[in-house]
T-cell receptor, first 112, second 116 residues
Framework: GNSVTQMEGPVTLSEEAFLTINCTYTATGYPSLFWYVQYPGEGLQLLLKATKADDKGSNKGFEATYRKETTSFHLEKGSVQVSDSAVYFCALWMDSSYKLIFGSGTRLLVRP | DVKVTQSSRYLVKRTGEKVFLECVQDMDHENMFWYRQDPGLGLRLIYFSYDVKMKEKGDIPEGYSVSREKKERFSLILESASTNQTSMYLC???????????????FGSGTRLTVV
């Protein structure tokens, strides 16, 4: 079936470090892919998306490229800030499915 | 700014009580969803609705019911609250046209429910 696998956290970085959070997916067909962010005590917010292969989603300095050949959608940011500390969820949507399928989430902690 | 509003951020209820969690969206979305989020278990879909008065079971519907009498409002009901229903509850919505494929879901801020 369709699924999303994220790297386990927590990921701990110093401010201004480079961030990569890995996300790979399994899907029969061509899903849409999303990254959501959840700040402490809050709901999930859409961070970025890509709806077809080779699309790059970007927002707030974060980027992710939809790689069909490696079935991946890794999240990157060149220089993280303390305010980026949150839980990040990768998700996919298939037309054959009735719901967004979420990864387990990766907690990011950025230290000053 | 488009919004999904959950009526309470924090709730404390007693075992056996009937509990209502309310969710309202102002985006004229057809689809609405209820999830619960627990440490180590991620997001789990409880119920969803594609239209007024329509409801579908998600992955963990046991102990819950829902009501959608108006398009903008989707209520989650715990018929007899139990301690294992202590959790963070998240409501979400998406449009039917293009739907989640193009827009994903819009989430509310969540309700943290504690059953004592």
């Amino acid at each position: 079936g369709n699924s999303v696998t994220q790297m386990e956290g927590p990921v701990t970085l110093s401010e201004e470090a480079f961030l990569t959070i890995n996300c790979t997916y399994t899907a029969t067909g061509y899903p849409s892919l999303f990254w959501y962010v959840q700040y402490p005590g809050e709901g999930l917010q859409l961070l970025l998306k890509a709806t077809k292969a080779d699309d790059k989603g970007s927002n707030k300095g974060f980027e992710a490229t939809y790689r069909k050949e490696t079935t991946s959608f890794h999240l990157e940011k060149g220089s993280v800030q303390v305010s980026d500390s949150a839980v990040y969820f990768c998700a996919l949507w298939m037309d054959s499915s009735y719901k967004l399928i979420f990864g387990s989430g990766t907690r990011l902690l950025v230290r000053p | 700014d488009v919004k999904v509003t959950q009526s309470s951020r924090y709730l404390v209820k007693r075992t056996g009580e009937k509990v209502f969690l309310e969710c309202v969206q102002d985006m004229d979305h057809e689809n609405m969803f209820w999830y619960r989020q627990d440490p180590g278990l991620g997001l789990r879909l409880i119920y969803f609705s594609y239209d007024v008065k329509m409801k579908e079971k998600g992955d963990i519907p046991e102990g819950y019911s829902v009501s959608r009498e108006k398009k903008e409002r989707f209520s989650l009901i715990l018929e007899s609250a139990s301690t294992n229903q202590t959790s963070m509850y998240l409501c979400a919505s998406s449009p039917m046209t293009g739907g989640a494929k193009n827009y994903g879901y819009t989430f509310g801020s969540g309700t943290r429910l504690t059953v004592v």
